[in-house]
């Protein structure tokens, strides 16, 4: 998901005005796409009998939502949060711990991001990544079939790759991370720069060039899995590659806003959204992430977890903001401003 922090008086405009939740309600900011959102709000309705607000926000919105609200919180539940954000607010005291009794059902690397987290923040999925790669220009071009990060480099790839600037894209500075702590970070700075050749557009959304190798635009698309197969499941042609080499990952929780209006409504929110019927809302709008609940379906097209080679990756590295600002202008120079 992509983190853009609009300016502190421009956000409190977009909630300025909302009411408190009424006690029977239980109020969410929903992170998710809005048919995500629609769709989870119907099924908690009808499932549990209560009623719900959903506020569509970006994660960046959120964030600035629950700091500017922090002695009057207006909403109940973080929704769809960037594991790396939820830490932050935890860290700031504006976030409730909760263990679920759905705890025990969920996949162990769920169980120990909860724990690790002291059970402020508990996953609801993790999006792989990775690329896809347009099959029909690949063969028209008569390019070699691309397997695994290191192939990305490879001259004959020249202006044919998109991937997302990591200034503007949450999944691209994901991807960053990812190769800088899977090959090395002066490695994977200079794997960058020769990759970088390749590249014919930095674009500003993490799902732009894997939709653009969909229609034909590019041939190859630097993503999260889940975003690739979604291409195919729209009929484009397109492959979906889990890189040789291993790769990595994000982690997106669900959290209890600290003083939220209604905790019992939050707590029933927690234990829905970790519950196999909470999870299963993602394939009714075709959504292909990995679900952390072990009893939870998952699409049918979506990437298998034991086909998919985790490196073991520490999403906090370069999450704190020096941390951020650090890796940024590294590739900033050695990689954006390289010559082509």
Not at 251 to 278: C, H, Q, T, Y
Not at 289 to 315: C, F, G, R, W, Y
């Amino acid at each position: 998901m992509g983190r853009f922090l609009a300016g502190f008086a421009g956000v409190l405009g977009l909630f300025a005005g909302i009411a408190p939740a009424a006690a029977q309600e239980v109020t969410v900011l929903c992170n998710f796409e809005v048919d995500w959102c629609e769709a989870l709000k119907t099924t908690y309705e009808r499932t549990t009998g209560q009623k719900a607000v959903f506020i569509r926000r970006t994660d960046g919105e959120s964030l600035a939502q629950i700091r500017a609200e922090r002695s009057n919180p207006r909403a109940d539940i973080y929704h769809a949060a960037e594991s790396a954000s939820a830490k932050q607010l935890a860290a700031e005291g504006l976030l409730e711990a909760y263990k679920s009794p759905y705890m025990a059902e969920l996949h162990d690397w769920a169980q120990r991001i909860a724990e690790e987290n002291k059970y402020f923040q508990t996953p609801i999925y993790t999006g792989v990544l990775g690329f896809g790669y347009n099959t029909e220009l690949l063969a028209k071009k008569k390019l070699p079939e691309p397997k695994c990060w290191k192939d990305l480099a490879n001259p004959a790839y020249k202006d044919e790759i998109q991937m997302a600037n990591p200034g503007s894209s949450g999944t691209a500075f994901n991807t960053v991370s990812t190769i800088l702590q899977l090959m090395g970070e002066d490695a994977g700075f200079k794997f960058l720069a020769a990759m970088n050749k390749n590249v014919n557009q930095y674009t500003r959304s993490g799902t732009a060039g894997i939709r653009a190798a969909g229609k034909g635009e590019t041939t190859i698309g630097i993503a999260f899995l889940h975003d690739s197969v979604a291409q195919t499941a729209q009929g484009y042609p397109i492959k979906t590659v889990a890189p040789c080499e291993g790769t990595g990952y994000e982690i997106i929780s669900s959290a209890i806003i600290k003083g939220a209006p209604n905790p019992e409504g939050a707590r029933k929110w927690m234990d829905f959204v970790l519950s196999p019927a909470g999870q299963n809302v993602a394939i009714t709008v075709n959504k292909f992430q990995i679900p952390s609940n072990k009893n939870a379906q998952t699409h049918p097209m979506a990437p298998k977890a034991s086909e998919v080679k985790l490196i073991k990756l520490d999403l906090d590295k370069y999450g704190s903001k020096e941390g951020r600002e650090y890796l940024l202008s590294r590739w900033e120079n050695e990689v954006f401003k390289a010559p082509k």
